[in-house]
C-alpha cells in the first residue's frame, strides 16, 4: 500500500520567502508528526496532531513556524521569512491509533535556504 | 526518555554479522528499547524493538542484556543495503512518550 508521500522533495528559498511543505500521511492514520534534520544529525521532533488537533507543538523553533491538519489528514508545515539556519530536512511520520503506536516516516523534504 | 550511547560509526564486511551496540544504563523499568535505521535519502524505518526478552524478527534481533543497561542489534548477514544510520531509542510504548529521539545513531558501511 501507499506509504507516507511528502512534497516538494527539495526546495531553495531566498532568505525572506515563506514556503509550504506538505504531508500526505497513510490513509487512516489519526496522528502525524513533523520532525526537523539537519545535516549529519538525528531528526528532532517538531509537532503532533492526533487528527486536526494539534496536540503538541512544542519542537517547533520560532513563531515563524506553522502546522496545520485542517481535515484530520494531509498536513502544512509551514515557515515564515526563512533563515538560512532553517534549511534542515523536513520528516513526516503517522501512526495509527495513538501516539505511541509504530511511526511511518516519508522520505522528506529537503530545504536549502539561500 | 533515558539516554542512549552509541557508537560514531563501524564497517563491516558484506555476508557477515553486524553487531551494532547501544548502552542505555538509565532505562527505567517500564522503557522499551527501539531500534530504527535511516538509509540516505529517506525517512526513518522501524527494525525492532523489545523489553527485556531477546527479540527477532525478519530483519535484525534485539540481544538485551539481563540488567538492561545495553543491548546490541544483529544483522544476521550484512549486504550492500543495509548501508545507514542505525539509531537506537527507548521509550514507554502505549504511553504519551510519541516523541522519538534518535541521537546521532551509528553510521553503518558495509563493504564488499
Known amino acids: 500500500g501507499a506509504g507516507v508521500s511528502q512534497s516538494p522533495r527539495y526546495k531553495v528559498a531566498k532568505r525572506g520567502q515563506d514556503v509550504a511543505l506538505r504531508c500526505d500521511p497513510i490513509?487512516?492514520?489519526?496522528?502525524l508528526f513533523w520532525y526537523q534534520q539537519a545535516l549529519g544529525q538525528g531528526p528532532e521532533f517538531l509537532t503532533y496532531f492526533q487528527n486536526e488537533a494539534q496536540l503538541d507543538k512544542s519542537g517547533l523553533p520560532s513563531d515563524r513556524f506553522f502546522a496545520e491538519r485542517p481535515e484530520g489528514s494531509v498536513s502544512t508545515l509551514k515557515i515564515q521569512r526563512t533563515q538560512q539556519e532553517d534549511s534542515a530536512v523536513y520528516l513526516c511520520a503517522s501512526s495509527s491509533g495513538g501516539g505511541a503506536g509504530e511511526q511511518f516516516f516519508g522520505p522528506g523534504t529537503r530545504l536549502t535556504v539561500l | 526518555d533515558a539516554k542512549t550511547t552509541q557508537p560514531t560509526s563501524m564497517d563491516c564486511a558484506e555476508g557477515r554479522a553486524a553487531n551494532l551496540p547501544c548502552n542505555h544504563s538509565?532505562?527505567?523499568?517500564?522503557?522499551?528499547v527501539y531500534w530504527y535505521r535511516q538509509i540516505h535519502s529517506q525517512g526513518p524505518q522501524y527494525i525492532i524493538h523489545g523489553l527485556k526478552n531477546n527479540e527477532t524478527n525478519e530483519m535484525a534481533s534485539l540481544i538485551i542484556t539481563e540488567d538492561r543497561k545495553s543491548s546490541t542489534l544483529i544483522l544476521p548477514h550484512a549486504t550492500l543495503r543495509d548501508t545507514a544510520v542505525y539509531y537506537c531509542i527507548v521509550r514507554v510504548p502505549g504511553s504519551n512518550d510519541y516523541k522519538l529521539s534518535f541521537g546521532a545513531g551509528t553510521t553503518v558501511t558495509v563493504r564488499a
Open positions: 490513509s487512516g492514520h489519526v496522528s
Open positions: 538509565t532505562i527505567s523499568g517500564n522503557e522499551y
